[in-house]
C-alpha cells in the first residue's frame, strides 16, 4: 500500500471533542487519526480553527496522501445537503448556527474544492460504521444509539439509512419523542443519569464518576439499573414495528453498559432484537462518514 492512493479526511464533531481520521477512499483503511476537546459554545472563528488544526495534524502524519474529499459527522438540526448549520439553544455550537461550514472547511483545506466537502448526521454515520465496519456487519435490519450529553439515533435496512416506514419516527429522530413530562432526551442521557444520582443522595456527580461508584454503591447502581429499564420501554414500541435484528449502543454511556444492559435486555425480550455494545466507539461515525462520502 502506498500512501498516495486516494484518501478522505473525516471528521466526528461531537459535544465536547473533535476526532479526525485519513482513510483511504477505496478500501476504508484507517491510516491516522487525531482527537482534541471542543468548547462548543466558543466563537465561530475559534472553532472551525480548532477543526482545521485537528485537520492538519492528522494529514501531517502522511504529506504524500492524495486528499479527495472530507467528510463529516456532525450532529443536528442541520441541513446536510448545503452543509450549513441551525444547531441553536441546545447548549452547543449556537455560534455556529447559519454559518456554510462546506465553504468554510473548502477555504481551509484548499486541496478540496466545496462539492467535496459532504456530511452526514453523527448518529447516521455510528450506524452505517457499524453496518460496514463493526459488530452490525451481515445485519440486514439494524438500529443504532449513540447514548451521551444526548441521544442519536439511526435506523438501517440492507446496509442504507433510512428516515420513514413502520417503526421509524420523522428523520429517525427519537431524542425529541414524548416521554413523561417531557422527551426521551431527558431520560436517557448524561444529565438524566446525573440529575437522578442527585435526587437519591443529594450529591453532584459527573457520569464516569457514577460508573465507578456502581462496584460499590447501591445508589450508583440503581440509577444505571433504572436508566436500562427506561430504555428498554423507549425502545421496545420501536422494535416491535421496526424488527431490528440488532440494537447498537455507542456513545460514552455505552462504556458503562454493564450496569443497565440486563435491564433493557430483560424489557425487550420477546421482540427479537438484540442489544450489542458498538466495537468500533469513537470510530463508528469515521467510517461511516466515510460510506455515505463515497455513496454520495
Known sequence: MTHSKQSLLSFDVGGSHVTAALIQAASLELLAT??????????????LQRLEAVGRSVLGNHPAASLVGVAMAIPGPFDYEKGVSYIRNLTKYDN??????????????????????????DARAALLGEVHCGVAVGAARAMGLTLGTGVGAAFAVDGKIVTSGPGVPAEGYIYCLPWGHGTVEDVISARAIQRRYQELTGEQCEGRDIAIRARTDAFALSVWKELGNTLGMVLKPLAMEFRPELIVLGGAIARSAEFFLPSAETVLQGTGAKLRVSTLFDRAALFGAAVAWQRS
Open 34 to 47: 487525531a482527537s482534541d476537546s471542543l468548547d462548543t459554545q466558543a466563537p465561530t472563528e475559534d472553532v
Open 96 to 121: 455556529l448556527y447559519g454559518v456554510n461550514l462546506r465553504q468554510e472547511i473548502a477555504r481551509r483545506f484548499r486541496e478540496v474544492p466545496p462539492d467535496a466537502v459532504r456530511f452526514i448526521n
